[in-house]
């Protein structure tokens, strides 16, 4: 696989399989939502990992996605393809407004705006009818892939999911391996040298958060069809502070990482349901050991450990 | 009656008043955060949980030692700042060197379990907290009664935010400070204890937000999220201001407020959002703030 | 690597000697109830825990154990988010064998529920939501609304308030649906009943917490009643606050109960007026449910949300013993229709009736909140104003827009 060590198309490889096999095993609806998130993590940790940009309003491309796949599906009559696609591009072009806006800024001043333009478009999000206010938009049909295959059954709608999520990994992971994710790092590493050099790094950064967005838009659209639903916790800032918790879980700048983070996550808020006063606390104590002491998260650690590169 | 772009007079100058009020309270509870972020350049998510934690000590301090709100005042600062400083000392001060990203993370997670382990312990409905019997009743002021509990908010946080900035900008220990700030290794090398400095200021900033807190309780819900509220607002408020501007916070704590009074007048809905869109577009216009230095 | 011989000959005897216990064991019959609701978050104190107990208590109250039947009792936190909710929802049935669910929280979560549970023919009572559209447009088979809905908080404070005098009103109400709303048709029963809407202001939601400048434009309108169409913290900064500012006008509460009065304590809140279907102290019959239920969680007296499961696990175990277990266990859609063949008889809601747009029916309650001098005590905070039969409670199903109901 072009631009994969060995390590990693190892890991890859052994990432399918899981994909193919756990269904028998675990809940299908359950993996369907661990592969919408751990899509959303990786369209995360390429604006943080790949171009060192820390985004803190990353739900609102997640939930705009929802909330549009969930309407093309419901009011519009789309098919699902259709209606996830709609969910990207309208990702993308919120990527594109909000990113030409913040890419002015870095660091601590980036994480700010991105964050004050989230909770503008939460609050749009409340008051637009579209959205279905506090109720969300509800009983979103799954309808017929190409308006041949019917999606209700858990099992058909599970492959289209793993391979949105295949797909929008393998996109990642181009843009990273490429002339074009060379001249991210050479930003990233030093980005005066890059401007000096004759590189428009503000168009790159650009593009870069556009994908982001639009592929965090993609898993938005996703996740709404798997359960019928999209509601205003998809574009809250909390959603914005999971996914950051995800990328850091899994260890930030690794590709394999997000997609752990989001897993390890996912099943925790899910078994610890019953004990739901502990979920906050548990999601904290995660972030203070992750800074602390385990900064390279998960994966990282690993790479670090077998000195690979996941 | 006179009527102001449609609004009666008297409804205007109450509603001004009141987001003085506010707007104190905004400046108070934003000057700690600008003192961590100017002096130690961390950005202080668990800001609001501390301010919480000030009001649920405050009734904590009622509920089991019978000590009331004047001591409260006092006390509660004091509990909190010091464990402001057990956490500098324990978390913090390890990431310094690194991106400040960290640093956000760090507390975000901190905020995090606060606020949790407060819910588990005390629900989330609220705790009952009075208006100390010398502050109740109001005056009249003729276009609106105004609660005296509210006046002595405006008053103490005045009192504060002056006297802090006194001290940061006027006193020797506040240049020490500044000067740190810039070249820690150099005044470490005058002999001044740098990385003491530093964590008592970080205690001393969060010990302002704690005495916020006890300025809130007895006319806000003292309820697990009563932070969270707030803290999206003081970061408004610091960023716009200019981080680790302290006479920055402080006049854009003020403005804000009456900004955002004046849009509970003509566009109710609007008024939580409104801050944002001044954020963006300060940040925008003036990356460092009205009055920052850009970093 | 296989698995070791003694690891197999061990198995084979357990399987062995658990044969005949399996067998002995076929003769108890099983049910598991699942309840859906907030245990950590906003609304821990209104739903939650002490709504987990309340279904514990029903099912020992409804003498089921001695028949040879077991019922089981799951809960788990939906963290008031509509996809945890629905997620919860399906695997409890899916994979757990949940044969009913009850509470289900917030309006959003309620009607992804309802959706799974007509989907996956399972059984939903719905204690804890406000919304009427779950017996209006989003009506299905699996799902019976218990306890209140918007229209019945809006036509018992509305109308009753105004019959008591109350007849000029303004609005604060949070920006979003439900605000929208209550306050919407609060002021369409406040005119019907000969009263006045002066006017209103809307808060935005969430993140308000100081309604000192929105209290002021009520009270410039010179309305008597303030009417609060807002809930949880909303609703109790602005009791406190209005207290603080000196408001003379009386204070609906729209969504406001008996945990809301507990944490403001009654100097603040008293005179303030509300509508629950429930109140622990109301009847001879309320007081022994509340004292039973006291002995299992001592600190808290119940609020409607939190009696309604109760009253839905007493009917639901009622239903299922008189249909067969197994038949209950099959088909959801056939429970619920027994369950509304049922009249309803328990110790928090008295008697009742369930209508087939899967609305539970019984009076409703308008109270005031006791001055400090006239309660004996913690808990002891309400004075009743007014009543409003069962048949006028609620909306009339024609009005609903209900699909189950032709109309």
């Given at each position: 696989?072009?631009?994969?060590?060995?390590?990693?198309?190892?890991?890859?490889?052994?990432?399918?399989?899981?994909?193919?096999?756990?269904?028998?095993?675990?809940?299908?609806?359950?993996?369907?939502?661990?592969?919408?998130?751990?899509?959303?993590?990786?369209?995360?940790?390429?604006?943080?990992?790949?171009?060192?940009?820390?985004?803190?309003?990353?739900?609102?491309?997640?939930?705009?996605?929802?909330?549009?796949?969930?309407?093309?599906?419901?009011?519009?009559?789309?098919?699902?393809?259709?209606?996830?696609?709609?969910?990207?591009?309208?990702?993308?072009?919120?990527?594109?407004?909000?990113?030409?806006?913040?890419?002015?800024?870095?660091?601590?001043?980036?994480?700010?705006?991105?964050?004050?333009?989230?909770?503008?478009?939460?609050?749009?999000?409340?008051?637009?009818?579209?959205?279905?206010?506090?109720?969300?938009?509800?009983?979103?049909?799954?309808?017929?892939?190409?308006?041949?295959?019917?999606?209700?059954?858990?099992?058909?709608?599970?492959?289209?999911?793993?391979?949105?999520?295949?797909?929008?990994?393998?996109?990642?992971?181009?843009?990273?391996?490429?002339?074009?994710?060379?001249?991210?790092?050479?930003?990233?590493?030093?980005?005066?040298?890059?401007?000096?050099?004759?590189?428009?790094?503000?168009?790159?950064?650009?593009?870069?958060?556009?994908?982001?967005?639009?592929?965090?838009?993609?898993?938005?659209?996703?996740?709404?069809?798997?359960?019928?639903i999209a509601t205003l916790t998809d574009v809250n800032f909390p959603?914005?502070?999971?996914?950051?918790?995800?990328?850091?879980?899994?260890?930030?700048?690794?590709?394999?990482?997000?997609?752990?983070?989001?897993?390890?996550?996912?099943?925790?808020?899910?078994?610890?349901?019953?004990?739901?006063?502990?979920?906050?606390?548990?999601?904290?104590?995660?972030?203070?050991?992750?800074?602390?002491?385990?900064?390279?998260?998960?994966?990282?650690?690993?790479?670090?450990?077998?000195?690979?590169?996941? | 009656?006179?009527?102001?772009?449609?609004?009666?007079?008297?409804?205007?100058?109450?509603?001004?008043?009141?987001?003085?009020?506010?707007?104190?309270?905004?400046?108070?509870?934003?000057?700690?955060?600008?003192?961590?972020?100017?002096?130690?350049?961390?950005?202080?998510?668990?800001?609001?949980?501390?301010?919480?934690?000030?009001?649920?000590?405050?009734?904590?301090?009622?509920?089991?030692?019978?000590?009331?709100?004047?001591?409260?005042?006092?006390?509660?600062?004091?509990?909190?700042?010091?464990?402001?400083?057990?956490?500098?000392?324990?978390?913090?001060?390890?990431?310094?060197?690194?991106?400040?990203?960290?640093?956000?993370?760090?507390?975000?997670?901190?905020?995090?379990?606060?606020?949790?382990?407060?819910?588990?312990?005390?629900?989330?409905?609220?705790?009952?907290?009075?208006?100390?019997?010398?502050?109740?009743?109001?005056?009249?002021?003729?276009?609106?009664?105004?609660?005296?509990?509210?006046?002595?908010?405006?008053?103490?946080?005045?009192?504060?935010?002056?006297?802090?900035?006194?001290?940061?900008?006027?006193?020797?220990?506040?240049?020490?400070?500044?000067?740190?700030?810039?070249?820690?290794?150099?005044?470490?090398?005058?002999?001044?204890?740098?990385?003491?400095?530093?964590?008592?200021?970080?205690?001393?900033?969060?010990?302002?937000?704690?005495?916020?807190?006890?300025?809130?309780?007895?006319?806000?819900?003292?309820?697990?999220?009563?932070?969270?509220?707030?803290?999206?607002?003081?970061?408004?408020?610091?960023?716009?201001?200019?981080?680790?501007?302290?006479?920055?916070?402080?006049?854009?704590?003020?403005?804000?407020?009456?900004?955002?009074?004046?849009?509970?007048?003509?566009?109710?809905?609007?008024?939580?959002?409104?801050?944002?869109?001044?954020?963006?577009?300060?940040?925008?216009?003036?990356?460092?703030?009205?009055?920052?230095?850009?970093? | 690597?296989?698995?070791?011989?003694?690891?197999?000959?061990?198995?084979?005897?357990?399987?062995?000697?658990?044969?005949?216990?399996?067998?002995?064991?076929?003769?108890?019959?099983?049910?598991?109830?699942?309840?859906?609701?907030?245990?950590?978050?906003?609304?821990?104190?209104?739903?939650?825990?002490?709504?987990?107990?309340?279904?514990?208590?029903?099912?020992?109250?409804?003498?089921?154990?001695?028949?040879?039947?077991?019922?089981?009792?799951?809960?788990?936190?939906?963290?008031?988010?509509?996809?945890?909710?629905?997620?919860?929802?399906?695997?409890?049935?899916?994979?757990?064998?949940?044969?009913?669910?009850?509470?289900?929280?917030?309006?959003?979560?309620?009607?992804?529920?309802?959706?799974?549970?007509?989907?996956?023919?399972?059984?939903?009572?719905?204690?804890?939501?406000?919304?009427?559209?779950?017996?209006?447009?989003?009506?299905?088979?699996?799902?019976?609304?218990?306890?209140?809905?918007?229209?019945?908080?809006?036509?018992?404070?509305?109308?009753?308030?105004?019959r008591a005098g109350g007849n000029t009103w303004y609005f604060i109400?949070?920006?979003?649906?439900?605000?929208?709303?209550?306050?919407?048709?609060?002021?369409?029963?406040?005119?019907?009943?000969?009263?006045?809407?002066?006017?209103?202001?809307?808060?935005?939601?969430?993140?308000?917490?100081?309604?000192?400048?929105?209290?002021?434009?009520?009270?410039?309108?010179?309305?008597?009643?303030?009417?609060?169409?807002?809930?949880?913290?909303?609703?109790?900064?602005?009791?406190?606050?209005?207290?603080?500012?000196?408001?003379?006008?009386?204070?609906?509460?729209?969504?406001?109960?008996?945990?809301?009065?507990?944490?403001?304590?009654?100097?603040?809140?008293?005179?303030?007026?509300?509508?629950?279907?429930?109140?622990?102290?109301?009847?001879?019959?309320?007081?022994?449910?509340?004292?039973?239920?006291?002995?299992?969680?001592?600190?808290?007296?119940?609020?409607?949300?939190?009696?309604?499961?109760?009253?839905?696990?007493?009917?639901?175990?009622?239903?299922?013993?008189?249909?067969?277990?197994?038949?209950?266990?099959?088909?959801?859609?056939?429970?619920?229709?027994?369950?509304?063949?049922?009249?309803?008889?328990?110790?928090?809601?008295?008697?009742?009736?369930?209508?087939?747009?899967?609305?539970?029916?019984?009076?409703?309650?308008?109270?005031?909140?006791?001055?400090?001098?006239?309660?004996?005590?913690?808990?002891?905070?309400?004075?009743?104003?007014?009543?409003?039969?069962?048949?006028?409670?609620?909306?009339?199903?024609?009005?609903?827009?209900?699909?189950?109901?032709?109309?």
């Amino acid at each position: 696989m072009a631009g994969f060590s060995r390590a990693q198309t190892g890991a890859f490889w052994l990432m399918v399989a899981v994909i193919a096999i756990a269904p028998a095993i675990l809940y299908p609806v359950f993996l369907m939502k661990v592969m919408c998130f751990a899509l959303f993590a990786c369209a995360f940790n390429l604006l943080i990992g790949y171009v060192g940009l820390g985004s803190f309003g990353h739900a609102a491309f997640f939930g705009m996605g929802a909330y549009v796949t969930a309407y093309a599906a419901k009011a519009w009559g789309w098919t699902p393809e259709l209606a996830i696609l709609a969910g990207g591009a309208v990702g993308g072009a919120l990527g594109l407004a909000f990113g030409w806006l913040a890419i002015r800024r870095q660091g601590i001043y980036f994480a700010m705006i991105t964050l004050a333009l989230a909770q503008m478009s939460y609050f749009i999000c409340t008051q637009a009818n579209f959205t279905g206010g506090e109720d969300g938009i509800q009983s979103v049909p799954r309808g017929d892939l190409f308006g041949l295959f019917s999606l209700k059954s858990d099992m058909a709608m599970y492959w289209v999911v793993a391979f949105v999520f295949l797909f929008g990994f393998l996109i990642i992971h181009r843009i990273v391996h490429s002339p074009f994710g060379q001249v991210l790092k050479a930003i990233r590493e030093n980005e005066p040298r890059a401007i000096s050099i004759g590189y428009r790094t503000d168009d790159y950064k650009l593009m870069v958060f556009v994908i982001s967005a639009a592929i965090s838009g993609l898993a938005g659209g996703t996740k709404s069809l798997v359960f019928g639903i999209a509601t205003l916790t998809d574009v809250n800032f909390p959603m914005s502070g999971e996914v950051i918790l995800m990328a850091l879980l899994g260890g930030m700048g690794t590709i394999f990482g997000p997609v752990i983070g989001a897993a390890v996550l996912i099943a925790m808020q899910n078994y610890l349901a019953p004990f739901g006063a502990w979920v906050t606390v548990s999601q904290g104590v995660i972030f203070v050991v992750c800074v602390m002491a385990f900064r390279r998260g998960i994966i990282g650690e690993i790479a670090a450990r077998f000195r690979i590169a996941l | 009656m006179m009527m102001i772009f449609g609004i009666p007079a008297p409804l205007l100058f109450g509603q001004l008043l009141l987001g003085l009020i506010n707007g104190a309270f905004y400046a108070l509870l934003s000057l700690g955060l600008a003192i961590i972020f100017g002096m130690l350049n961390i950005v202080n998510f668990a800001h609001g949980a501390l301010f919480m934690l000030g009001a649920f000590v405050a009734w904590g301090l009622l509920e089991y030692s019978g000590i009331g709100y004047w001591w409260a005042l006092l006390i509660a600062p004091l509990i909190v700042g010091a464990f402001g400083v057990v956490l500098e000392r324990l978390f913090i001060s390890k990431l310094y060197k690194l991106d400040h990203l960290y640093g956000l993370l760090l507390t975000f997670g901190l905020a995090l379990i606060l606020e949790g382990l407060v819910r588990n312990f005390y629900g989330s409905s609220g705790l009952p907290y009075r208006i100390p019997r010398e502050l109740q009743g109001a005056q009249d002021l003729g276009f609106m009664m105004m609660p005296n509990y509210r006046g002595w908010v405006v008053v103490a946080a005045l009192v504060v935010c002056v006297a802090t900035w006194l001290i940061i900008e006027k006193t020797s220990i506040g240049a020490k400070l500044r000067a740190a700030t810039e070249n820690a290794p150099l005044v470490q090398s005058f002999g001044i204890n740098v990385p003491r400095m530093i964590t008592l200021t970080y205690g001393a900033g969060v010990a302002l937000a704690a005495f916020a807190g006890v300025l809130a309780a007895p006319i806000y819900s003292v309820n697990p999220n009563m932070g969270s509220n707030f803290i999206i607002v003081v970061f408004a408020v610091v960023v716009i201001g200019g981080m680790g501007s302290i006479l920055g916070s402080i006049v854009t704590g003020f403005g804000l407020g009456v900004v955002e009074g004046l849009t509970r007048v003509f566009y109710p809905e609007g008024s939580a959002t409104v801050i944002f869109v001044v954020m963006v577009i300060v940040l925008l216009a003036r990356p460092a703030g009205l009055f920052g230095r850009a970093h | 690597m296989g698995i070791s011989r003694r690891a197999l000959l061990a198995t084979a005897a357990t399987a062995a000697t658990a044969l005949p216990v399996i067998r002995a064991r076929a003769q108890t019959q099983k049910l598991k109830i699942g309840v859906l609701t907030d245990i950590s978050g906003l609304y821990q104190d209104i739903v939650g825990p002490l709504a987990i107990e309340a279904v514990r208590l029903a099912v020992a109250d409804s003498g089921l154990a001695a028949r040879g039947i077991d019922v089981e009792v799951v809960a788990a936190d939906h963290q008031n988010k509509a996809d945890i909710g629905s997620n919860i929802a399906r695997q409890w049935y899916d994979r757990d064998g949940v044969d009913m669910i009850t509470e289900g929280g917030s309006s959003a979560v309620a009607l992804a529920v309802a959706g799974v549970s007509r989907d996956k023919n399972k059984a939903y009572l719905a204690t804890g939501p406000a919304t009427s559209d779950l017996t209006g447009p989003a009506c299905n088979a699996a799902t019976i609304h218990w306890v209140y809905d918007t229209y019945m908080l809006a036509k018992s404070t509305g109308g009753a308030m105004v019959r008591a005098g109350g007849n000029t009103w303004y609005f604060i109400t949070a920006d979003y649906a439900f605000g929208h709303a209550l306050a919407r048709d609060t002021g369409t029963f406040v005119e019907q009943a000969g009263g006045k809407v002066l006017g209103g202001v809307r808060t935005p939601f969430p993140g308000t917490s100081d309604f000192s400048s929105f209290l002021l434009q009520a009270q410039a309108s010179g309305a008597k009643v303030i009417g609060l169409a807002n809930a949880g913290t909303d609703a109790t900064n602005c009791i406190k606050q209005a207290r603080e500012f000196g408001i003379k006008a009386t204070l609906a509460g729209m969504l406001v109960v008996i945990a809301d009065i507990h944490s403001l304590g009654l100097d603040v809140s008293q005179g303030l007026v509300l509508t629950e279907s429930f109140y622990w102290d109301l009847n001879p019959r309320t007081r022994a449910f509340a004292e039973r239920l006291r002995v299992r969680y001592p600190s808290r007296r119940p609020t409607m949300q939190q009696a309604g499961p109760y009253s839905a696990t007493m009917h639901y175990l009622k239903g299922v013993a008189d249909m067969g277990v197994a038949r209950a266990k099959a088909d959801g859609a056939a429970t619920i229709a027994h369950l509304k063949s049922m009249p309803t008889d328990d110790d928090a809601f008295g008697t009742g009736l369930i209508r087939p747009d899967g609305r539970k029916i019984h009076p409703s309650y308008l109270f005031q909140v006791k001055k400090p001098s006239e309660s004996k005590g913690a808990w002891d905070y309400y004075n009743l104003m007014g009543t409003t039969p069962a048949e006028e409670a609620f909306r009339p199903v024609a009005l609903g827009n209900c699909p189950l109901v032709k109309v």
